[in-house]
């Protein structure tokens, strides 16, 4: 259990790291083009919260598996073999994810039930987090 507290809490920081993400692009965005409230204004701040947000997770889990919230609680993203995540797999694990976020957060309650407490994304797509040990 403490093994899941440890990524819940990663999970948490991560937010609060994208959120601060969030809020610059949004302000810039808006200074750019105004008033991003509806229509396509709208649309495109959306999508680009999205690809920014997707590049800097891709762009860690290719290079190091990890992102700054996982280097905290040294935690690891990995393929079934223990390697680093090619770009395919990264797009594929951040669209799954985010998918199974919609309905009331599934891949994070599906991690109560998983065997090995892993993410429901990370089960569908054969990759885990593991726990880095100690410096």
Known sequence: MKYLIKRYLAVVYEALLLLALALALTAAYVMLLGDASHGWKRLGLQALLWLVMGAYFVRCWVVT??????????????????????????????????????????????????????????????????VLPPV
């Open 65 to 130: 598996g990890q992102t700054l919230a996982s280097q905290t609680w040294k935690l690891k993203v990995v393929d079934q073999h223990g390697q680093l995540l090619d770009v395919q797999q990264a797009v594929m694990r951040y669209v799954l994810a985010g998918v199974l976020l919609l309905p009331a957060g599934l891949t994070l309650w599906w991690a109560l039930l998983d065997r090995e407490q892993q993410f429901l994304h990370d089960r569908l797509l054969g990759s885990r987090i593991i």
